[in-house]
């Protein structure tokens, strides 16, 4: 039956982005919203949109009678869940079946199947789909899985069989801090997904993440957009994605995409999905993972081939045939995606939550933004921090990166720290450039993304000033920076957690900084400013400046006490009052925005008072635990 109206199961970036394919189509709206999305952006876009509940998500986005009753009650006749929350799971897809609702998704049997990391690697070992050599049986019992450890050899990756995006992931490096990991695991899964199984891989030390777009419909045709390289990942989260994959011998391209149809087969899937493999260094590659959903990084198929992948999914789950053959599908040039995040790079990556007072986001003639927010919008706790994705496509992979590069200088975000550094960091990198990037490279510190501050820096921001003229005396005292004369400034700030202060004139046609070194600005250089954050561009790279009376959000503990990075709940608390603790003993372990996190000891000392209880929920800056 033809679909004439879309409910949207979802919210943020996903939720714009299908209502503009649905806009294009035809298509009439409709979106859910939660308390802190009644002013979001998918709501206002929407054409009808409707209240689920509160934050939580078992109120709201996750709740399958709600969003049922919202499609009925609005006339929808298909859902499409985006993204997350709903996506793939087999009850939601039965529950619309048995509703006579169309599910703009994969089939229930395939999500039931694929869910399930163990059953979707015993299936692909059936269908003769290479494989990581590991464990993947029912018997969880901590003896048999330590020893199944010891067997395939360390290291060993600890997965949660219903797990994504990290969670309840970890690897294990030796044989005796294997009952630790695989309890934290284990835990992290139950919480994030109810299920604590696990399945035990090999661990390939230096892994390459490839894979496939593909896309089914109802009468039996399989195809595949190309491949995509997401290597570039923190903690297991994608950061950067591109396609082509950079530096694929055309022999293992073939065998590659060839096993992703095979895959796909192997389980009568229908819609978009993604076969996930992980390529070594001699370009063995082995699958991961089936994702049952259109991913976050569709885009950059969407632009080396020109097919938008939400009207397939709508056109497959209407009955009709995929609107073309495999031979028609061509790849073309070279396409980049970056995740930019309201997050702190210099604080293991913490969200930052908070209001976002501007964000100024560039485009070029082949780019494209995906954001569900807007500037006086706000980052809550309640969902992941993402801000917007930013695409570009160019003829080739250096030319990409270069424009890229262009997007993230004249871009800006304030009022929330954000990832635009670090992106620009990495694309400026050898690493990169090389497509030498694995994905344990940036938590390992494989990378120098080091950026000591340059001469030039302290010239383009007292350029900026002098150029705008600020003339409230108390401003600038209070900010960091006075005016000496007509053509001369002090400046005080703070970059990578050291305070400058230098001196800069203006002299024979250039800026003297702190009398020895010289520099006049150039076009190419930029210089954004907002209250006390100052982010200057130069030789495409991005300084964040803090001026001094800036006061960033406490997040993490000092010498004497323990401090919550951000509101959460009590996982673990390892410690009681009088204990002896050692420096970088893990004291207690809280789970905040769908992280687990260890806060540890900054010094030896003894345990002074233990201030919250397991299961307990905290704000942020909440004293945990204090020390003598």
Not at 396 to 408: G, S, V, Y
Not at 462 to 483: F, I, K, P, T, V
Not at 539 to 547: A, D
Not at 560 to 579: S, T
Request: glycine content about 6%.
């Amino acid at each position: 039956m033809p679909i004439s109206k879309i409910l949207i199961a979802n919210r943020g970036e996903i939720a714009v982005r299908i209502i503009q394919t649905c806009r294009r189509l035809n298509l009439r709206t409709v979106a859910v919203f939660a308390d802190a999305d009644r002013y979001a952006k998918h709501v206002e876009m929407a054409d009808e949109a409707y209240y689920l509940g509160t934050t939580d998500l078992a109120d709201s986005y996750l709740n399958i009678e709600k969003i049922i009753k919202v499609a009925k009650d609005s006339g929808a006749d298909a859902i499409h869940p985006g993204y997350g929350f709903l996506s793939e799971r087999a009850n939601f897809a039965q529950a619309l079946e048995n509703a006579g609702i169309t599910f703009i998704g994969a089939p229930a049997e395939a999500l039931r199947l694929m869910g399930s990391k163990s059953a979707a690697k015993q299936t692909m070992l059936q269908a003769d789909v290479p494989c990581v050599p590991g464990y993947q049986e029912e018997d969880q019992s901590i003896e048999v899985l330590s020893q199944a450890a010891k067997k395939i050899g360390f290291p060993v990756l600890i997965k949660a069989v219903a797990g994504g995006g990290g969670k309840g992931m970890k690897i294990v490096h030796q044989a005796n801090d294997f009952t630790n990991q695989l309890e934290s695991a284990k835990r992290e899964a139950m919480n994030a997904f109810g299920d604590d199984h696990v399945i035990l891989e090999k661990y390939i030390t230096q892994p390459k993440h490839i894979e496939v777009q593909v896309c089914a419909d109802t009468h039996g045709n399989v195809v595949h957009l190309f491949e995509r390289d997401c290597s570039t990942q923190r903690r297991y989260q994608k950061v950067i994605e591109e396609a082509p994959a950079a530096g694929l011998s055309d022999a293992t391209r073939t065998d590659m995409l060839n096993a992703a149809i095979k895959a796909t087969q192997a389980i009568d899937y229908v819609g978009a999905g993604t076969i996930e493999f992980i390529m070594d260094g001699d370009d063995s590659f082995y699958f991961m993972e089936m994702n049952t959903r259109l991913q976050v990084e569709h885009r950059v198929s969407e632009m080396i081939t020109g097919i938008d992948l939400v009207e397939w999914q709508i056109r497959v789950a209407q009955g009709e045939t995929l609107p073309l053959k495999q031979t028609k599908i061509q790849a073309k040039g070279h396409a980049i995606q970056v995740r930019l995040y309201a997050e702190d790079p210099g604080n293991n990556y913490l969200p930052s939550t908070g209001l976002l007072e501007q964000i100024n986001l560039a485009q070029t003639e082949n780019s494209l933004v995906d954001s569900g927010v807007r500037t006086s919008d706000s980052v809550t706790i309640h969902y992941d921090p993402m801000i917007a994705k930013l695409v570009v496509w160019a003829k080739n992979r250096p030319k990409c990166i270069r424009e890229m590069q262009k997007i993230l200088n004249h871009s800006a975000i304030f009022g929330v720290k954000s990832n635009l550094a670090f992106l620009s960091q990495i694309l400026s990198s050898k690493a990169f450039a090389k497509h030498n990037i694995f994905t344990n490279s940036l938590d390992n510190d494989e990378i120098d993304l080091s950026q000591p501050l340059h001469s030039a820096v302290i010239a383009i921001f007292a350029h900026h000033l002098l150029q705008n003229q600020y003339d409230n005396q108390a401003w600038h005292s209070a900010n960091g920076w006075r005016l000496q004369g007509a053509q001369s400034l002090q400046l005080k700030f703070t970059y990578q957690d050291t305070t400058h202060e230098h001196v800069v004139n203006w002299e024979n046609g250039e800026y003297l900084i702190d009398g020895k070194d010289h520099y006049l600005p150039q076009t190419s250089d930029l210089c954004h400013v907002h209250r006390n954050q100052v982010q200057v561009v130069h030789n495409n790279l991005r300084y964040e400046l803090l001026l001094p009376d800036y006061e960033a959000k406490a997040s993490a503990s000092n010498a004497n006490e323990i401090l919550a990075p951000m509101p959460g709940k009590i996982i673990e608390v390892k410690v009681q009052q009088g204990d002896a603790v050692e420096l970088g003993q893990t004291l207690i372990v809280m789970e905040a925005m769908k992280m687990e996190l260890e806060l540890k000891s900054q010094r030896d000392a003894v345990i002074k008072s233990v201030n919250h209880e397991k299961a307990e929920q905290v704000k942020a800056d909440a004293v945990l635990i204090e020390l003598e």
